[in-house]
């Protein structure tokens, strides 16, 4: 029998055992990957006391870590600035590069290529490299210590517009000839075919805005002093100068401020890898 | 009845009212769509970089006054250790971090690459750490090492590596920072990866186990090269991600501030301490300047070789 | 409704001339069938007429109207498209009422509007339903649905059964020609399908390399092609071509086929021409032109045969079941009163 089967065939056997070792390397990869967030849900709910012993499930649990991080701290204040911040960075963000995007995939205009080619040159730009003259910028536009100032430079990113043209160029170009023949103007397709069609990848990308926009911190931490503006991460590093052993604390904010984008990616998780699988590749 | 006896929904051709052409309008619907983002982007971002290219020259105080101070930023900058070790920090980070995300990337998507339920679990657990925000993660990876009682510390103690200061001691600070760096990013390159993995067409893998092939002859002949796309952007990614601090900014001002001995200062952090700490915006602008420069090259080689961004095989 | 006037069309892009300038009429009501092979420039000619592309030189007008500058919109046409272009987040009913609406037609005359068109069209059932949920059929009716609503001056359809399986593509046909008939709307169809324009067109225009070859009834192209492309790409299987000369007031081939000239053709002698023949009218016999069977294709109520003399591949359909089998020598004729002269330089009809 097993003469006869050809080199690069393997037995029942070996494939099982592949396979087993496989899935074994995949589990322990994953545990450790899954560890360090475990660890801070489960100091979370620690005591003082038994912070930094070794077992993963609290032998006491208790509440009392999150109660302090409510009570003692304008927690709540720093949640809801967050939130304003986020959302409205997101959604003007998706109404301008979505414009843009549409633009530059499909309406003809001379200049558009050479736009498209400036934009394209802050696609690797990131914040550290330019935190410092952005700063004097807005400084200089009286924007420090505002929501403007929080809101307004997180708005424009290259990557965006990148890959909502991206996606433009894929629709048929018959829908906006349809619709140019049925009567429509340039902002009525834009407004009643385009964005409509385009909901799966603005949702997509709202997710990742919404991500971008609550973790940020350097910005943040950057552009306001003053504690009535402050913001959930440049709080809770705050926060760990301020109470540097008090882990408890400091984890059960930490679970605090990740828990909702853990939980927002166990609902979007494929739209959100598969957004992500294909940015700028195509 | 038929249609025709109903009046014309469009009524009389409206030649008359008309004053623009149509392709007239079509033009300035173009650019009005552009408007918002161009405006924003040469502001906020385009505006930053010339000014930083710029602001090398001048003294800035820190009321917002200027003085125009030649060379004496980058003269400055020649003869101050602490750059040049910042310089070597980011190199060697660079040097670290981006075959280690390379190896990581590729390592995983090929673990998780067949779609099954088992893998989609996978999958969501290695892209895990990219939701939380790199402050948290900094907070969790601080914790977790603090000397002798921190749980990696005293996982490691039996070894004899518990006493271990991973970021307090300047030997490992950077190893630290690369590692963590690693963790939060790699699920991220693994997503890249595996996209360029189910864009080869699996008739591929058959033809070659026809030929005989086994699975390291078709990683070797048929993965690898048919990945090159993939792989050129994952290593340019990275390589910008590393030097331009996309993720280093916030681990090392939460995890070891720059230190211990200025060992994990990279050069973004060093700017920022400048500017921030020391009011020295002009020096800061120096730096940044040389960030900018290497950043705006990257980005004209990376367009040109790929004529606009396309990433495959054409 | 309204006659379509193009007047030394022209279209370039950057230095490519692609439509060289292109003459031609459609009457009120007229069902005019744009066909050729694919490049020919019959779709960039159908998008001028809509507006979709600029008209680099020369005048449309819709009804004696200059329409060159004038929007799509302005047009007061309807297109039909190849991929239907339905607007996947609308319903059929709110795909069909977009135009209207967009006229600032009040509510209730929309739907009776669309009711009407769904009724027309047999699309009653399905108005709240979204394009995905159709069947290609559907979608294709649900397109047309969209173009009557408006009750345009004239419907313009850009390949429309392409993507139609082939017994759809029969049965939609005689729709289009059924609701033709019934709006009497001017209509300008394009096709690279020969049969779909036999079958529907009142004229047929047959297209080339941005040049229009000959325009003319179905029947009149099919018996009186005037020149060797418009011969070749009207009717199926093709006509076949046997070049040759004419020697004394016959036509001669060194294939071995003679055939005496039909009526009406003075041609000089020793002029070298092409016969084209359709391959109805070639029969299979005792005597004539040798020949080699190659291929036997049987349909059931014809055989198509293809035959080599001299290398040169020869189509024949035989209406009479025989046995014959690739291999077998044989001789073949031409009905003489059949056979179109074309000139071998020039390709032109004799």
Redesign the interface.
């Known amino acids: 029998m097993s003469e006869r089967v050809p080199k690069y065939r393997y037995t029942a056997g070996q494939v099982t055992i592949v396979r087993a070792i496989w899935v074994l390397i995949g589990a322990v990869l994953a545990l450790m990957t899954l560890f360090p967030l475990l660890w801070m849900v489960s100091i979370s709910f620690k005591t003082q006391a038994e912070m930094f012993d070794m077992g993963l499930v609290p032998a006491n649990p208790t509440l009392d870590n999150f109660r302090y991080v409510f009570t003692q701290v304008d927690f709540v204040r720093y949640l809801l600035n967050t939130f304003f911040v986020a959302a409205t960075v997101t959604l003007v963000a998706l109404l301008f590069h979505s414009m843009a995007g549409y633009a530059l995939a499909r309406l003809r205009f001379p200049g558009r290529e050479a736009i498209f080619l400036t934009m394209f040159s802050t696609f690797l730009v990131s914040l550290p490299v330019i935190i410092v003259p952005l700063f004097i910028l807005v400084r200089s536009l009286g924007m420090l210590n505002s929501f403007s100032g929080l809101i307004i430079p997180s708005i424009f990113n290259a990557f965006g517009i990148f890959l909502l043209r991206q996606f433009y160029l894929s629709v048929?170009r018959?829908?906006e000839?349809?619709?140019?023949?049925?009567?429509?103007g340039h902002f009525?397709i834009y407004w009643?075919?385009i964005l409509?069609?385009s909901?799966p990848i603005l949702s997509a990308l709202a997710i990742l805005f919404f991500l971008a926009n609550w973790n940020a911190f350097l910005w943040p931490l950057t552009v306001t002093r003053d504690p009535e503006l402050r913001l959930v991460q440049v709080a809770i590093a705050g926060f760990q100068g301020q109470y540097t052993a008090a882990w408890n604390y400091i984890m059960a904010a930490s679970t605090v401020v990740a828990l909702p984008m853990l939980v927002l990616f166990l609902i979007f998780q494929r739209q959100i890898m598969d957004s992500l699988k294909t940015s700028g590749l195509k | 009845?038929?249609?025709?006896q109903?009046?014309?929904?469009?009524?009389p051709?409206?030649?008359a009212r008309?004053r623009l052409?149509?392709?007239t309008?079509e033009k300035i619907a173009g650019y009005l769509f552009v408007l918002p983002d161009a405006l924003g982007l040469l502001v906020f971002v385009g505006l930053p970089m010339l000014l930083a290219l710029g602001l090398g020259f001048f003294e800035v105080d820190g009321f917002g006054g200027y003085r125009f101070a030649g060379l004496a930023n980058y003269r400055r900058m020649w003869a101050d250790p602490l750059f040049w070790q910042s310089l070597g920090a980011t190199l060697l980070y660079a040097a670290m971090l981006v075959p280690s995300l390379y190896v990581s990337g590729l390592g995983l998507a090929l673990l998780v690459e067949r779609t099954n339920a088992w893998n989609g679990v996978l999958r969501a657990i290695f892209f895990l750490p990219q939701m939380v925000s790199l402050v948290v993660v900094a907070l969790i990876w601080k914790m977790l090492t603090v000397e002798k009682i921190g749980a990696i510390s005293r996982a490691l103690s039996p070894l004899g590596l518990g006493g271990i200061s991973f970021l307090g001691n300047p030997d490992w600070a950077m190893f630290a920072v690369v590692f963590v760096s690693v963790w939060f990013l790699m699920g991220f390159y693994m997503l890249i990866f595996l996209g360029g993995l189910q864009d080869i067409p699996k008739e591929y893998y058959e033809a070659a186990r026809i030929d005989g092939a086994g699975p390291l002859s078709s990683f070797w002949f048929i993965t690898l090269p048919l990945l090159r796309p993939t792989s050129f952007f994952v290593l340019l990614v990275s390589l910008v991600t590393a030097v331009a601090g996309g993720a280093a900014f916030d681990l090392i001002y939460v995890m070891t501030k720059g230190g211990p001995a200025n060992s994990t200062s990279l050069l973004i952090f060093y700017a920022y301490q400048q500017a921030f700490q020391y009011n020295s915006f002009g020096y800061a602008g120096a730096i940044a300047s040389i960030l900018v420069a290497v950043l705006l090259l990257v980005t004209l080689v990376m367009f040109l070789l790929t004529r606009g961004g396309r990433f495959q095989y054409e | 409704?309204s006659a379509v006037d193009i007047d030394d069309v022209v279209k370039t892009y950057g230095a490519m001339q692609v439509i060289h300038g292109v003459d031609l009429s459609i009457a009120d009501g007229e069902f005019v069938v744009l066909v050729g092979p694919s490049g020919c420039g019959k779709s960039t000619l159908l998008r001028m007429v809509?507006?979709?592309e600029?008209i680099s030189g020369g005048t449309i007008s819709i009804g004696g109207?200059v329409v060159n500058?004038?929007?799509?919109?302005?047009r007061?046409?309807?297109?039909v498209?190849?991929?239907?272009?339905?607007?996947?987040?609308m319903t059929v009913a709110q795909n069909m009422a977009?135009?209207?609406r967009?006229?600032r037609?009040g509510r209730e005359e929309i739907r009776q509007?669309v009711e009407?068109?769904a009724d027309?069209l047999g699309l009653g059932a399905l108005l709240d339903r979204y394009p995905a949920q159709l069947s290609g059929g559907q979608r294709q009716r649900v397109a047309m649905g969209?173009a009557?609503?408006?009750?345009?001056?004239v419907f313009l359809f850009d390949e429309p059964l392409s993507n139609l399986d082939a017994k759809l593509r029969v049965q939609m046909r005689a729709e289009i020609g059924e609701l033709h008939q019934?709006?009497?709307?001017t209509t300008i169809y394009v096709t690279h399908d020969q049969i779909e324009a036999m079958t529907m067109a009142d004229r047929i225009v047959v297209m080339n390399a941005g040049r229009v070859e000959q325009v003319g009834s179905p029947l009149e192209l099919y018996d009186r092609p005037r020149n060797l492309f418009v011969a070749g790409f009207i009717g199926s299987p093709a006509m076949n071509f046997i070049p040759g000369r004419i020697v004394e007031r016959q036509f001669r081939s060194p294939l071995g086929v003679v055939a005496p000239l039909p009526r009406g053709i003075n041609a000089a002698e020793g002029t070298e021409v092409v016969c084209g023949i359709r391959p109805d009218q070639i029969t299979l016999g005792d005597e004539g032109a040798p020949a080699e069977v190659s291929v036997v294709e049987p349909t059931g109520a014809e055989t198509l045969v293809v035959l080599r003399a001299g290398g040169v591949p020869i189509q024949a359909v035989l209406r009479d079941r025989r046995q014959i089998r690739p291999g077998e020598a044989v001789s073949f004729r031409l009905e003489p009163e059949a056979m179109h002269l074309f000139d071998a330089g020039t390709g032109v009809r004799l």
Request: avoid cysteine.
């Open positions: 048929p018959e829908l000839e349809a619709a140019l023949i049925d009567g429509a009525r009643s075919v409509p069609i909901r | 009845m038929t249609l025709q109903t009046d014309t929904a469009a009524g051709r409206p030649a008309r052409s149509f392709r309008r | 409704m809509a507006g979709l600029d109207t500058e004038l929007a799509p919109k302005e007061n046409i309807a297109m498209f190849q991929n239907y272009a339905l607007y996947p987040h977009f135009s209207l967009l006229n037609v509007k009407r068109a027309i969209r009557i609503v408006r009750n345009p001056e019934r709006l009497r709307t």
